[in-house]
C-alpha cells in the first residue's frame, strides 16, 4: 500500500514537472528571461528528483534478508541525501551565472522579459503549490522521508518562481537587473531546502532519537499497563521512517516468570499497537525495589 501510494505520487510528479519545466524553458528562451530559464532548470531537477525518490522507495520497502537482517529502510535516506546534493548544485549554479550577470553591469543592454515570462511564473506558482500539497499529504499518510523531501522541493519551486515574477515584473517596469537578481534569490530557496532535506536524512542515519512528545506519550502508554510498577530505562531512535524502541520497566519481584513475561508482553504489544511507525520493540523487566 505504501510502496504503491509513493510509486502513484512520484509518476504523476515527474509527468506534472516535464511539462511545467519544457513550457517555462520555452517561455524564458521567447521571452528572453534568464530568471525564467533558471526556474525551468529547477522544476527539470525535480524529475531527476523525483527518480531518485521513487528508487529510493523501491529499495527501502524491501523485506529483511540474511545481508540486512534489520531491515532496508535507512536506503530511503541515502536517497535523500543524493537528492539534496543534486538540489544544492542546482542552486549554486543558477546563483552563480545570476551573481556573474550582476557582476558584469551594462544593465541597459539586458533584454526586458516578455509577457509570456510572467505567465509562465504565475503558472508554475499555482501548479507547484498544488504538488507540494499532494505529495506532502501522501508523505504523510504514508511516512516517507524521501516523499517528504520531494514535496519540500515542490515547495522551493514554488517560492523560486514567485522570486521570478518579482524579478520580471521589475525587469518589465524598467529594471532589468532584477531578473538576474530574482535568479540569485531562486537559488538561495533551492540551497535552504538541499540543507533541511539533508539534515533530516542525516538524523534518521545517526540513531537520533523520537521527539519528546512522542517519548511522553510511550511512557504514558506503558505506565498504564497492569503490573508495570516503574519504568527504569526508554530509548528510542530513528531507523530511516521507522522507529527502534527499547524498554526497561519494573515488576513485582515476587512473581513468577510467566507473570513477568506477560507483563512484558503486553508492554510489547500497546507500543506496537499504539504506534505505527514502531518496527522493534524490545522489552526488558527488573525486579522492583521501590
Known sequence: MEKKMAMKVSMVSIIVNLILSLFKLLAGI???SGAMVSDALHSASDVFSTVIVMIGVQVSTKKSDKNHQYGHERLECVASIVLAVVLCITGCGIGYK???TIAGGNYETLAVPGVL???AAATSILVKEWMFWYTRAAAKKV??????????HHRSDSLSSIGALIGIFGS????PVLDS???VVISFFIIKAAYDIFKDAVDKMVDKACDDETIQEMQAVIQSQKGVLGIDLLRTRLFGNKIYVDIEIAADGNRTLNETHAIAECVHDKIEQGFPNVKHCMVHVNPYHG
Not at 511516512?143 to 519540500?152: E, Q
Open 117 to 119: 515570462a510572467l505567465v
Open 143 to 152: 511516512n516517507s522521508g524521501a516523499l517528504m523531501a520531494d514535496a519540500w
Open 172 to 175: 518589465r517596469i524598467g529594471y
Open 30 to 32: 521567447v521571452a528572453s
Open 181 to 183: 537578481v530574482a535568479s
Open 98 to 100: 545570476g551573481l556573474q
